[in-house]
């Protein structure tokens, strides 16, 4: 191979970039193999099954809704692959198409089957006994028929507005009412209060855990709500609509306030997206298309519930342990178990947290130990997603009201967590906590905490760094990595972003952390380059990068002029992926792989050989161009030997030898499911439970 590296401007061709959306779509399509994958437990497959539907919902309501505004437009192409929106929404309406299919072919023809023969039923209306038909008729009646509202369609009530994704149905009727009218059409709407899955009670059900769809009892009884006339048809039909919210943030004065005056407004936003019955008749289908100004790819037709989120709580109302994943409890940090005084532990040593292996339960002691501890001064954290009952946000309130400092920047601007996070902001504001909402044009999404504290030897600063949100549930969910330290120079670090955030002034130079809108992107670009440059010189180079999305076209330039050089890359990337890796010539060094598993992968590493240094760091921060020029975010290196050797190992090394819920990219944008082959079965997410976690008792 030519040891001459072409100039980056060679990299440009759209034919090395993969459309994000299009990489969207494959990415949900391995979390529905989740689902289909037999060697996971039963009930958790249905989770993965819920997961792809919450996931294709969002994936309309903000990719989908967006590309549509490029349509509306005429915006000329989408991204660096050069696709026009026309182009893109063609391919991703035929594969989103294709992936629903497969979703509910999958539900109906392998989860339900093998769910009844672990006893746990879905009831079809046509399967119902006469004692559960009774008990149904009266359930309908009592429960049900009172929150109704049909609403038949003439002139004096047209089609009423229809709230994004909600359970609504479409009713064809024959003849007149009271009124002597007959439009033959009604829309009955499921109020949102309503379970859309109800559980049989013992004295009708053949089981426990025997259940009934919300839609199948309202088809059962629709007729009643028409009393005199023929119902002819029953369709159960959801809208998705665009959710994006539209604050002009240079035009207002206080975020809160626009803000909470624009949530309403994203229930009824675009049309977007149309599921309907897969009986319902083309005359309907083509009815509410009209109604929502939609066209034939944009409708959805399905075999079963509409909304297959909703069955997400089921898996925890039916007590099966053995189709559930085996609990666990996180494990403790060694260096905290000496130590009740968490500021001791940190100053004996920097912590490193892997979660959801390692206990959540030190950062909720760190805030809440601050908020207690009369030698803290002042605490300063940023907010971006968390619990609405969050111990945190309860710690920091007490904090202010006790007389410490307290700052919060709190993220309004967190999508669909703006309603949680007002609440939130009020909350602290009227504790006395000053509350901030980061840099207008700039989510604020880096994850920091500062605390600082009076000692002996004068005033010292920790600091918790992580690469997920302050969230304790997820953080269950998600893996990620968590950083508490008092290290001068961090810590130092620390509080100049805060600054930046809360006041006015230039960006000062930091000593270790890189800084989104401001360092972490050239920084980026120069370890990349620098690697190159090894390689080139005859050293050995290597980069290793986790990450949930690699979108950003100059940092896959870079990375495909160091594949060129010689640099081995491999990139663990678990969702959106515009890189090509295997090209000849241009990415034959590069491997890309996703794993999918029972965890979320969520932590950002990045690690460079640096001629023998091996420099590593975790960051909040995805390689998309929002993060790098539309976001704070921070990038800080683990410095301590130890725990550096920790993140290699448990966070790259780790990831690179699973081969059991591994997929791997090809230069066409597919990926392929690895095989063990004749080595040993390996696991990642179930080899690091058992390293990290609690011993079972």
Not at 318 to 331: E, M, N, S
Request: with cysteine; net charge neutral; glycine share 6%.
């Amino acid at each position: 191979m030519s040891t001459e590296t072409p100039s980056i401007a060679d990299f440009t061709s759209a034919e090395y970039y993969i459309n994000r959306e299009l990489s969207l779509l494959q990415f949900n399509s391995r979390v529905l193999e989740q689902a289909a994958d037999s060697s996971n437990p039963l009930l958790e497959r249905l989770k993965f099954l819920c997961i792809v539907s919450s996931n294709m919902d969002e994936f309309f309501e903000v990719r989908v809704a967006a590309l549509k505004e490029q349509i509306k437009y005429d915006a000329p192409v989408t991204g660096p692959e050069g696709l026009t929106p026309h182009q893109a929404y063609s391919l991703i309406s035929e594969q989103a198409h294709r992936l629903v299919d497969r979703q509910y072919l999958l539900f109906n023809d392998v989860l339900l089957p093998a769910l009844a023969d672990e006893n746990i039923r879905f009831v079809r209306r046509t399967h119902w006994s006469e004692a559960q038909s009774a008990w149904i008729k009266n359930f309908f009646h009592r429960e049900l028929e009172p929150v109704l509202t049909p609403i038949g369609l003439d002139p004096a009530h047209p089609f009423p507005r229809i709230l994004n994704k909600s359970l609504n149905f479409i009713v064809e009727l024959e003849g007149k009412d009271a009124f002597g009218r007959n439009s033959g059409t009604a829309v009955v709407q499921a109020p949102r209060s309503l379970p859309r899955v109800i559980r049989l009670p013992r004295e009708v059900a053949e089981g426990e855990n025997d259940f009934v769809f919300l839609s199948s009892i309202l088809h059962a009884h629709v007729g009643e709500l028409f009393t005199g006339m023929q119902v002819r048809g029953c369709y159960q039909f959801r809208v998705t609509r665009n959710s994006d919210l539209f604050v002009d943030e240079e035009e207002i004065t206080n975020l809160r306030i626009a803000l909470q005056g624009e949530l309403p407004h994203r229930n009824y936003g675009d049309a977007v997206r149309l599921e309907v019955a897969d009986n319902c008749s083309n005359e309907m289908a083509d009815f509410l298309l009209e109604q929502f100004g939609l066209t034939h790819n944009d409708l959805y037709r399905v075999h079963g519930p509409v909304n297959l989120v909703r069955l997400m709580q089921v898996p925890d109302w039916v007590a099966r342990p053995d189709l559930k994943f085996k609990p666990f409890t996180p494990g403790l940090v060694e260096e905290l178990s000496k130590y009740s005084d968490i500021f001791l532990a940190i100053r004996k040593s920097d912590i490193l947290l892997h979660h959801p292996y390692q206990s959540f339960t030190p950062v909720i002691d760190f805030i809440q130990q601050a908020a207690e501890d009369p030698q803290v001064l002042a605490i300063r954290q940023t907010v971006y997603r968390t619990s609405s009952d969050s111990a945190l946000m309860q710690a920091l309130i007490t904090a202010a009201q006790s007389g410490k400092e307290v700052t919060v920047v709190v993220e309004l601007l967190a999508r669909f967590d703006e309603e949680a996070n007002i609440n939130w902001a009020k909350r602290l504001e009227d504790a006395g906590a000053h509350v901030v909402y980061g840099v207008v044009g700039h989510k604020t999404h880096a994850k920091m905490a500062l605390v600082v504290r009076r000692e002996e030897n004068g005033i010292r600063r920790y600091v918790h760094l992580g690469t997920g949100n302050y969230h304790p549930r997820t953080a269950r969910l998600y893996t990620d990595f968590g950083l508490l330290s008092c290290n001068d120079e961090l810590a130092a670090d620390v509080s100049e972003i805060f600054l930046q955030l809360t006041g006015l002034g230039k960006a000062g130079k930091l000593n270790h952390l890189w800084q989104s809108p401001f360092t972490l992107h050239p920084n980026l670009i120069k370890a990349i380059r620098q690697e190159a440059d090894n390689a080139r010189n005859g050293k050995k180079a290597s980069i290793v990068a986790k990450m949930n999305s690699l979108l950003e076209p100059e940092i896959i330039r870079a990375l495909y002029e160091a594949s060129c050089a010689g640099v081995k890359i491999e990139l663990i990337v678990r969702g959106l992926c515009a890189l090509r890796p295997g090209i000849p010539g241009v990415s034959e060094n590069i491997r890309v792989r996703s794993i999918v598993g029972r965890f979320l992968e969520h932590s950002r590493i990045f690690y460079f050989f640096s001629d023998g240094a091996e420099r590593v760091y975790l960051s909040s921060a995805d390689w998309m161009s929002r993060n790098f020029f539309r976001r704070i975010e921070s990038c800080f290196p683990v410095l301590n030997l130890k725990l550096k050797k920790r993140v290699i190992r448990e966070g790259l090394r780790a990831c690179l030898r699973d081969k059991s819920q591994a997929w791997e990219m090809r230069s066409d944008g597919s990926y392929i499911k690895l095989k063990a082959g004749r080595s040993r079965h390996y696991s990642m997410q179930a080899a690091l439970l058992e390293d990290l976690a609690a011993p079972s008792k």
